[in-house]
């Protein structure tokens, strides 16, 4: 093999990994649950905590964090939305480019002025959506959302609601990435949006 042939490969092999580095490093794997591929969502329209109309399918161009709780729930929900808001404060910038959204699984004792009062004591630019019990059943039942009253605890008339403890991670094309678990890393979740809103 003369010089310049062994050159020439030598040249062609460095190339290939080179390109192949570059590769490895552009590649991004969602940390928490994944959707692959990504799925297209059904849009819907409720009634936000100022009386306004809000059509999920208005947020494109942002990445949504939506979570469907209650407001009197003692745990899941009051922790899931102090982490969302952590998340958001450690976007620095980035976080004008992200909406978190919450839904009412509650509609009876949620009001657009319960809602309000709540999410003010996390961070006052978060969505909150109610409407009619029809309204929101065609949602639930479209994200696969359970929202239900134990029977035993409807009886003792204590006011609990069990219900899915996701957060739906949506991205600026609308289509749902990844489901966050309330066990997730707080570091983990911000990187995942971050990738997200440059991907």
């Known amino acids: 093999m003369t010089r310049h042939i062994r050159s020439s490969l ?17 590649t991004y794997t ?40 209650y407001t009197s729930c003692p745990d899941v929900c009051p922790t899931t939305l102090a982490d969302l808001a952590a998340v958001k404060r450690e976007l620095g910038t980035d976080a004008a480019q992200l909406q978190v959204v919450f839904v009412t699984v509650d509609p009876e004792r949620d009001t657009q002025e319960v809602i309000r009062d709540y999410l003010a004591k996390f961070d006052p630019a978060f969505i909150g959506l109610h409407g009619s019990q029809e309204q929101l059943a065609q949602v639930y039942k479209a994200y696969g959302v359970t929202a239900i009253v134990p029977e035993h605890i409807a009886a003792a008339r204590v006011h609990v609601v069990d219900h899915s403890p996701y957060v739906y991670v949506i991205d600026r094309q609308g289509r749902l990435r990844e489901l966050l678990d309330p066990s997730d890393k707080l570091e983990d979740i911000v990187s995942d949006v971050r990738y997200l809103i440059h991907e």
């Open 30 to 69: 969602l940390r928490s649950e994944p959707l692959d591929p990504p799925m297209a969502l059904p849009d819907f329209t409720l009634t936000d905590q100022t009386g306004q109309s809000f059509r999920l399918s208005d947020q494109r161009g942002r990445v949504v964090l939506l979570f469907f709780g």
């Open 10 to 26: 030598a040249l062609a092999l460095a190339l290939f990994l080179a390109a192949l580095a570059l590769s490895a490093c552009g």
